[in-house]
């Protein structure tokens, strides 16, 4: 089985500190996604990515970036921490453009005070 | 744009009833559809999908789900509901070729004795 490891289960953070998720898949999967997970939203796109040079916004980008400089791993960055972005954080892997179904990590739940 | 409605925010089911989780979907062409579980401070896991073919989908956990093109809906079902389906499940959709994949708002099921 695929195995997508998210680096922390928990993080607390300042505000205005740069926070680093991290997140490493162990087979080979081409594209990997980040998306946050908050109460009555479910789970919105952040960043996107089907390449190693490539990345592409989701649908909520603002406030965060990306880096994938290696296949398996895809790293998620946080600017400027701000109490907004206190949430659930998943990464997600799929194989190839056809898609058969993701691959989640167990999430990080960040709190930013 | 694709989306996801899942009207059913919480749902109790005695253990041992049959359940039925409601999925509907607005795209424009024929859906790439799927169904998540996620256990309480869990990631998510891909409990079925349907790209073409056979309308009605066998998943993992006894689970199936029915795709109804003429009323855009994707509904999870499962005759008889044990202690452990007590979860948050999910419904998403995709648009095949380069998957960006929309999730549902989630329904929380709890299952009573």
């Known amino acids: 089985d695929v195995k997508v490891t998210q680096s922390s289960r928990y993080l607390v953070k300042r505000t205005g500190e740069k926070v680093f998720l991290e997140c490493v898949q162990d087979?080979?999967?081409?594209?990997m996604f980040w998306y946050r997970q908050d109460p009555g939203l479910g789970l919105r796109l952040i960043y996107f990515?089907?390449?190693?040079?490539?990345?592409e916004k989701g649908d909520i980008p603002e406030g965060y970036s990306v880096s994938r400089e290696k296949k398996e791993r895809f790293s998620l960055i946080l600017e400027s921490a701000s109490t907004n972005q206190t949430s659930m954080y998943l990464c997600?892997?799929?194989?190839?453009?056809?898609?058969?179904?993701?691959?989640f990590g167990s999430g990080t739940r960040l709190t930013v005070v | 744009a694709q989306s996801v409605t899942q009207p059913d925010i919480h749902i109790t089911v005695s253990e041992g009833a049959s359940l039925e989780l409601r999925c509907n979907y607005s795209y424009g062409a024929t859906p790439y559809l799927f169904w998540y579980v996620q256990s309480p401070g869990q990631g998510l896991q891909l409990l079925l999908k349907y790209f073409s073919g056979d309308t009605l989908v066998q998943g993992i956990k006894g689970f199936e789900a029915e795709f109804k093109r003429s009323q855009s809906s994707f509904n999870l079902r499962k005759p008889s509901v044990h202690w452990s389906d007590a979860a948050e499940y999910f419904c998403?959709?995709?648009?095949?070729?380069?998957?960006?994949?929309?999730f549902g708002t989630g329904t929380k099921l709890q299952v009573i004795p």
């Open positions: 990515s089907y390449d190693v040079k490539m990345k």
């Open positions: 998403a959709v995709g648009s095949g070729g380069y998957q960006k994949v929309t």
């Open positions: 087979m080979d999967h081409e594209n």
């Open positions: 997600a892997t799929d194989r190839d453009r056809e898609s058969y179904g993701y691959t």
